[in-house]
């Protein structure tokens, strides 16, 4: 299993890691299988999303942020930080993928992104693959 | 890997696809293990839900739309479909289901649903299958 | 494949159960490979998320009750539990573990948590092993 590290520098943010993943996946010399990318923090996640325009990723979370602010009369978690254990939990902790012909199989706008909600850290990801 | 296409005809739509994921799995003889259902779009997504009353995918429907308007004030993505990609990464892009006797593990009520956020469109959905 | 019996005593309730996961990776023998952890029900999911502080999932449960209200003007569905399988479906139904030297890849403060939304009631969960 390959570790990744992410340094997330915001707040909030996401991150692209599709070529770190790819890479893993080429060292790995797998042709077919799978991959899970796997986040090992619960105040983050890792979600699929348009690699494109920057814009997408600014107004998701900004969809984000206002289904889920960061403070919350209810709240009662003493770090203070809920919000961002909800978030992660609607985006996900893994995100899966099938490998062919030696690469990561996405769609052409997609990009695997690193979910940071309680940011700035030092992150790891877990990368493990699957041969067949 | 095999490919679906799906055809959407709503802007948004939970279309079931169990029946074509389930003849993959036939297809490829696979007596245990697991198939991946990835949807490599970045406005649609696919979920795991009710397959008896029609009315469930309605409100689920119903509920996103209203968790997730389409226009919102601090949107900046120029094609003006930010609202389809939350959405997408809400319900996720792929799910993995176990195979035992031949057969998808779905419980009673469970059926497999593209989820058309930005329709309609022709889509593609990606079936790997891992056998054991 | 084991199936795991979980009794939910909470209309709404996050039960962890990452020690009988652990119990069946243990079984099974495996030292690398995958766990999916899969639940066969339309109105419970599963997530990861913190261990410690059971704030966390009170705080989360009450995140999802204010998003997905239980009544809403516009549900059709006649049992009257549409909200359990809108926030099921934001969970997910599955979560997928890596495992290595014969345990659960899990980060220090992460749980499985089983995810009821229209209980009390007896649940089922699959856990299917994938050995390498």
Chains 1, 2, 3 share one sequence.
């Not at 599709?18 to 299988?33: D, E």
């Not at 920057?54 to 930080?81: I, S, T």
Request: net charge neutral; aromatic share 8%.
């Amino acid at each position: 299993m390959d570790i990744l590290d992410v340094k997330t520098t915001q707040h909030s943010e996401f991150q692209e890691i599709t070529k770190s993943v790819q890479a893993v996946v080429a060292r790995s010399g797998a042709k077919r299988g799978h991959v899970i990318v796997y986040v090992p923090h619960t105040t983050a996640g890792v979600t699929i999303n348009e690699n494109a325009d920057p814009d997408v990723r600014a107004d998701m979370q900004a969809d984000l942020e206002r289904l889920v602010p960061w403070k919350q009369g209810y709240y009662r978690h003493g770090e203070g930080n809920s919000a961002a254990h909800t978030k992660a939990a609607l985006m996900g902790h893994s995100v899966l993928l099938p490998i062919e012909q030696g690469k990561l199989v996405l769609g052409t706008w997609q990009g695997v992104y690193f979910c940071e909600f309680d940011g700035p850290r030092s992150r790891k990801v877990y990368v493990q693959i699957s041969k067949e």
